[in-house]
């Protein structure tokens, strides 16, 4: 079959599919040129401050990159520059995780429930003891940094970065200028480091776990490896450009379940209503979205709304999924 045509569901003699294929192509392009023109004009939000790194960030930068499990692509715009990949980072972890320890660990240490407070909430961690948490909130993706297993820092480190780089299907490292900014202010989650330890989610060294979770953050991405990230999980958890098996499928369900109830903080239900998409977003202007099956998308617009979330980037993700049916809810009537 043609690339594209699983894309879209389609089966056909060669000569047909060729035809069909180039289809296929010509409308995710069009789809996602057309997302891109329409939007990047648009001068509403504003990047990430508390942060200083973030708030230096040209907020003009704008790229859209999409990736389908046949390894076709389509991208626009700023899809090179590169810039930190900040909670993204929390669905690989996560992944990393539930390869080396099985789903029922984060189900039962870390929680998959959203918490209904904010991302970096202390009363949510006071309120449960430590549980009912989510790996997308804060004190849930330092409790999944530390049950990386590993004989060391360096050791565990590795093998997050590692995990990143798969799914990137290229070498990742960090940001630097990133990582001091955010080890210079990250006071808040050290607090939530210690009272999640002292509730015992993870077992380590709490100082240990949160910078390695602040190194995590600092991930330098670029939209196109978003795109291809996500593409990894739309195919499955196969990389869809190297083809390597990054892990196993049976772990995709439910990291993208939790993509879609508390992938972009405070709005992921207003996000999921309107698009049924698995998503998750970055302080950084970073964001996934994945229609399983079909495609992954990974945009890059610093200014974010009040919620935390590109603004620029929904836009553009709403709109590419509608011209593309990607919303895995939406049923026609056979």
């Known amino acids: 079959m043609a690339k594209g045509l699983a894309f879209l569901g389609l089966a056909a003699s060669a000569p047909a599919a060729m035809a069909q294929g180039a289809a296929a192509s010509g409308a995710v392009d069009a789809a996602v040129r057309a997302a891109h023109a329409k939007y990047r004009g648009l001068n509403e939000g504003k990047n990430a401050d508390y942060i200083p790194a973030l708030a230096k960030v040209p907020s003009t930068y704008f790229g859209i990159a999409l990736t389908t499990p046949q390894g076709q692509t389509a991208s626009v715009g700023d899809i090179e520059p590169k810039f930190s990949i900040q909670s993204i980072s929390k669905v690989f972890t996560m992944a990393l995780v539930m390869q080396q320890s099985g789903d029922k660990l984060i189900e039962d240490s870390v929680g998959v429930d959203a918490t209904g407070q904010v991302f970096n909430s202390i009363n949510a961690v006071e309120q449960y003891r430590g549980k009912e948490m989510n790996p997308f909130v804060n004190p849930g993706a330092i409790a999944t940094v530390g049950n990386v297993t590993g004989a060391s820092a360096d050791e565990v480190w590795s093998k997050i970065l590692g995990i990143h780089s798969d799914f990137a299907g290229r070498q990742l490292d960090i940001d630097q200028e990133v ?4 080890s210079d202010t990250n006071q808040r989650n050290r607090a939530i480091s210690m009272l999640m330890s002292a509730y015992e989610r993870f077992k380590g060294d709490p100082a240990q776990a949160v910078d390695l979770y602040t190194r995590a953050c600092s991930i330098a991405v670029s939209a196109k490896d978003l795109g291809v990230m996500a593409a990894t999980l739309a195919n499955g958890g196969k990389n869809p450009i190297t083809r390597k098996q990054v892990i196993e ?17 405070d709005d992921s239900g207003k996000w999921l ?21 079909k495609f992954g998308i990974g945009t890059f617009s610093p200014p974010l709304d009040a919620a935390g979330n590109s603004v620029r980037g929904q836009r553009a993700i709403t709109d590419i999924s509608n011209a593309l049916d990607g919303n895995p809810y939406s049923v026609r009537p056979v």
């Not at 499928?249 to 903080?265: D, E, K, S, W």
């Not at 209503?273 to 399983?292: D, E, M």
């Open 179 to 182: 990582y001091k900014s955010e």
């Open 249 to 265: 499928n049976r772990h995709v369900a439910g990291i993208l379940a939790v993509m879609a109830t508390a992938g972009m903080y």
């Open 273 to 293: 209503f309107h698009t049924g998409l698995p998503a998750k977003s970055g302080v950084g202007g970073g964001l996934i979205a994945v229609s399983p099956g």
